[in-house]
């Protein structure tokens, strides 16, 4: 079974510009998950998709950061304009169902390094 | 906020086990608790989840008193490549991700 993929897996861009990021999840998975990862902490929840729609996005600073999810497959977030604090790892998982006991499964990640 | 508290950091040596126990004060009733583990530029990974006793796996095994306020990883006669983040949550529909454990094996 092919996990869940994200691209590209390293982009540096300066201040103010623009940036996207792509997943693809588990083929089949309802619910998708865009997290930020700071350097020496936990992954933070962004948003949360449910097929093609928004369950959660209350940690989302969304001045700068928006999110989408098409026919619900694949999803892409963007940050426009980027500040340096937006230094981090951003990371995108899948799971089959909403709840309950089923697990997450994580993609590698894309490092996003702001100058 | 995570609902979880656990060590910073541990240090080990291969071959040892390594018991990393987390506190959950406010667990609910329909909570399962459930560990990943992250390598460095990796996503975290499932390890092992449970709600009661003892639930072992090729990987862990994961001790839950019947309290169930705290729960303790054990991973047994670890390597080298063990070394990584290590996190305790519950598995809920969002997970809330703390600082996590760093576990560090010495040859």
């Known amino acids: 079974e092919a996990g869940v993929a994200q691209s590209p897996r390293y982009k540096i861009i300066e201040k103010r510009q623009s940036v996207a990021f792509w997943c693809n999840p588990i083929s089949g998975h309802a619910t998708l998950y865009w997290y930020q990862q700071i350097l020496g902490q936990g992954p933070k929840l962004l948003i949360q998709?449910?097929?093609?729609?928004?369950?959660?996005d209350s940690q989302l600073p969304k001045d700068r950061f928006s999110a989408e999810r098409l026919k619900g497959v694949d999803s892409t977030l963007k940050i426009q304009p980027a500040k340096l604090e937006d230094s981090a790892v951003y990371l995108c998982?899948?799971?089959?169902?909403?709840?309950?006991?089923?697990?997450?499964?994580f993609g590698p990640g894309t490092r996003l390094t702001v100058l | 906020l995570a609902k979880t508290t656990q060590p910073i950091s541990m240090d080990s040596y291969e071959g040892q086990e390594v018991n990393i126990t987390c506190s959950h004060n406010n667990i609910a009733t329909n909570d399962y608790i459930t560990w990943y583990q992250q390598f460095p530029s990796q996503g975290p990974r499932f390890i092992i989840q449970?709600?009661?006793t003892k639930v072992t796996n090729e990987v862990a095994s994961l001790f839950i008193p019947a309290d169930r306020k705290s729960s303790t990883l054990s991973l047994p006669r670890v390597s080298l490549s063990d070394t990584a983040v290590y996190y305790c949550l519950f598995n809920d529909y969002k997970l809330s991700f703390g600082a996590g454990t760093t576990v560090t094996v010495r040859a």
């Open positions: 998709f449910q097929n093609n729609g928004v369950v959660d």
């Open positions: 449970g709600y009661k």
């Open positions: 998982a899948s799971r089959p169902g909403t709840g309950g006991t089923d697990t997450q499964y």
